[in-house]
């Protein structure tokens, strides 16, 4: 069985005047091929976050019509989560936002929320953004939150956004709420497993990272270390419309978890994964924390 439990299916980056809402409208996905891709895999549930960058990048990925567009047409495998600004572009609660995404967690349209400080350029304890995680932890869904570094230049992405220790005092002020820190919070996942380790509804996930191979073994030996391995989930962070990509995702990373992480666990010297473990972060951990049935 498989979860990913961290995509951007049906998602590719649009300016914000340039939204896809329906599936019609995305032309390239192959639906027939989807549900075969799901079935060759055991695929028991999928992800998909909207993406919203409006503030500083003026770009969504998805749109929060679509993913729920996307969870309607396969209630059974597909969680569509909202992306939000929580922060307008005068730097004020985003109240348009937050309207579009309590109406769309109330009619259980959608099931969780992303959000992604070092983009739109806010710390994610600002107490502005606060009726976001108020709004999540009363919907008791989960929050996702891009909680690391990014590639490419630096005033896009500034790393003093991203730093895992301000969610602390979210965590303190919401305990009923679920937050998911993504790409385990790269660089500074020993930070992220401390906050974990004294807030228990804080899970993190290991998309992108079987491109560093050393380095994810060697977190994942940290997380034992920290006995946290039972709140990460895999997800593909696929950013896309086309199932063959999607599904190549899959594959190198699935057979990197299955085949490969164990012998260089061994190569180390560090003690393997045992197959419950790798069961826990393909799937196991994940049907807990998104409650799936
Ligand atoms: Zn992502």
């Known amino acids: 069985m498989l979860v990913d439990a961290h995509s951007h299916f049906l998602a590719n980056y649009a300016p914000s005047a340039a939204l896809k809402t329906s599936l019609e409208q995305v032309k390239e996905f192959d639906l027939a091929a989807f549900d075969a891709a799901a079935e060759r895999h055991g695929l028991i549930g999928l992800v998909t976050l909207a993406q919203e960058m409006t503030r500083i990048h003026g770009q969504w990925l998805g749109s929060n019509a679509l993913m729920a567009a996307f969870e309607e047409l396969r209630p059974q495998m597909v969680l569509g989560m909202a992306g939000a600004e929580p922060l307008d572009e005068r730097d004020l609660l985003n109240q348009e936002r937050l309207a579009e995404v309590k109406a769309a967690l109330q009619d259980k349209r959608l099931h969780g929320l992303l959000l992604t400080p070092p983009y739109g350029h806010y710390y ?13 932890e009363a919907m008791d869904v989960p929050v996702y939150l891009h909680h690391s570094a990014q590639l ?10 991203a730093r895992p ?18 790409h385990m919070g790269w660089p500074w996942t020993q930070e992220l ?34 006995n946290l391995l039972d709140r990460i989930v895999w997800g593909t962070d696929y950013v896309g419309d ?52």
């Not at 994610?124 to 999540?136: K, V």
């Not at 978890?257 to 419950?276: F, I, S």
């Open 165 to 182: 220790w301000l969610l602390d005092e979210v965590a303190a002020d919401f305990p009923k709420l679920t937050l998911l820190v993504e």
């Open 152 to 161: 490419g230049e630096a005033h896009l992405a500034p790393m003093k956004f």
């Open 124 to 136: 994610s304890n600002d107490p502005r953004c606060y009726p976001f995680y108020a709004l999540a």
């Open 193 to 226: 497993f401390a906050l974990m380790a004294h807030c228990p509804r804080v899970w993190t996930d290991i998309s992108m990272l079987a491109c560093r191979p050393h380095l994810l073994a060697w977190n994942l030996t940290m997380a034992r270390d920290y």
């Open 242 to 293: 086309r199932v063959d990509e999607w599904e190549a995702v899959i594959e190198g990373d699935t057979q990197w978890l299955r085949t490969e992480l164990n012998p260089l666990l061994t190569q180390c010297g560090w003690p393997v994964m045992a197959e419950e473990e790798l069961d826990g972060l393909l799937w196991a951990n994940a049907h807990r924390l998104l409650g799936l049935t």
